[in-house]
């Protein structure tokens, strides 16, 4: 496949894509990428440089994998993902060469939910669930989940607040806050976030 087809996604002519694979309408797939065969990617996602989409993956809307991003079987990405360049995602718990772990019931499912953004150089081990809008710092690792609307960071990553769906930091009053940018209210309810309507 390459960018001169009639294709409705667009895939440059130094990459692959195995079928079959499921792409969705206006999705980009840059130079020196793999997307690999029972594969689905939504529609409007973009896809950086050398990027591997592992076989089996599942990609929502919208979603901007930056360059040089393995997204191995056994982790799915939500609508609105972010992934950072050269961030890793694993998928073995407890890998050996000697004792190859390659098949699908060997692989943790590792979920980031509708939103959340992980920064450049971050690894997200698997078994994982990155939760809605949070934010996962550049070089972290995380170890456990990170929860919706989370602002987590460091090695191992530990929580340092939360930010709003549009970006921006929350400041609590009590058990309520509100973005000092687009305005939007939240609430903390049985130690979760929940948007205000």
């Not at 409705?8 to 079959?20: L, R």
């Not at 718990?93 to 450049?120: C, E, K, M, Q, Y």
Request: charge should be neutral; aromatic fraction near 8%; charged fraction near 15%.
């Amino acid at each position: 496949m390459n960018g001169t087809s009639t294709l409705p996604y667009f895939v440059h002519e130094s990459s692959y894509v195995d079928q079959p694979a499921d792409i969705g309408e206006g999705t980009k797939i840059w130079h020196f990428s793999h997307v690999m065969r029972g594969s689905t990617i939504g529609r409007n996602c973009t896809i950086g440089q050398n990027v591997l989409i592992g076989p089996n993956v599942r990609i929502g809307n919208g979603v901007k994998i930056q360059n040089n991003v393995s997204v191995y079987e056994g982790v799915e990405l939500e609508d609105e993902v972010f992934c950072g360049p050269s961030m890793v995602f694993t998928n073995v718990d407890r890998p050996r060469s000697g004792t190859p772990r390659n098949t699908s019931a060997d692989f943790l499912h590792t979920r980031v939910r509708r939103g959340a953004t992980i920064g450049a150089n971050a690894t997200i081990v698997c078994g994982n669930t990155i939760g809605e809008h949070a934010f996962v710092g550049a070089g972290s690792v995380v170890t456990k989940d990170v929860p919706d609307f989370a602002v987590a960071y460091g090695n191992p990553a530990r929580l340092h607040g939360y930010a709003c769906i549009c970006g921006l930091a929350l400041h609590w009053v009590g058990v309520l806050a509100h973005c000092a940018g687009c305005k939007r209210g939240y609430a903390r309810e049985d130690g979760h976030i929940k948007e205000l309507s």
